[in-house]
Nanobody, 124 residues
Framework: VQLQASGGGLVQAGGSLRLSCAAS????????MAWFRQGPGKEREFVGG????????GYKDSVKGRFTISRDIAKTTGYLHMNSLKPEDTAVYYC??????????????????WGQGTQVTVSS
């Protein structure tokens, strides 16, 4: 499975961005997808995820109500819709995929496949 993240950029606080994660290889339509981020000097953290059935895995508390994860009908592309962006959202954002949902689905260790990351910078 190969993942390609895109859509990052520079945006002012309060603005919006939509990140995309294009997936290929394997039966990706039955994989769960998630977004993680890693800010400067910080560990990679879970932002949110969605199971292949469309059920949300959950969101990081600080992004609830502002970020939404979705997938296209063919389930080959995942999206992270980010609204009301804040400077603290600045990070490299990574998409990830896993075959089976588990108690590790909110942790980096639960995912076998990773995209290359896309930089999101929010200016104040």
């Amino acid at each position: 499975v190969q993942l390609q993240a895109s859509g990052g950029g520079l945006v002012q606080a309060g603005g919006s961005l939509r990140l995309s994660c294009a997936a290929s290889g394997g039966t990706i339509s039955t994989y769960n997808m998630a977004w993680f981020r890693q800010g400067p000097g910080k560990e990679r953290e879970f932002v949110g995820g969605i199971r292949w059935t469309g059920i949300n895995i959950g969101y990081k508390d600080s992004v609830k109500g502002r970020f939404t994860i979705s997938r296209d009908i063919a389930k080959t592309t995942g999206y992270l819709h980010m609204n009301s962006l804040k400077p603290e959202d600045t990070a490299v954002y990574y998409c990830a995929a896993q075959r089976w949902y588990s108690s590790s689905s909110s942790y980096t260790g639960g995912y076998n496949y990773w995209g290359q990351g896309t930089q999101v910078t929010v200016s104040s």
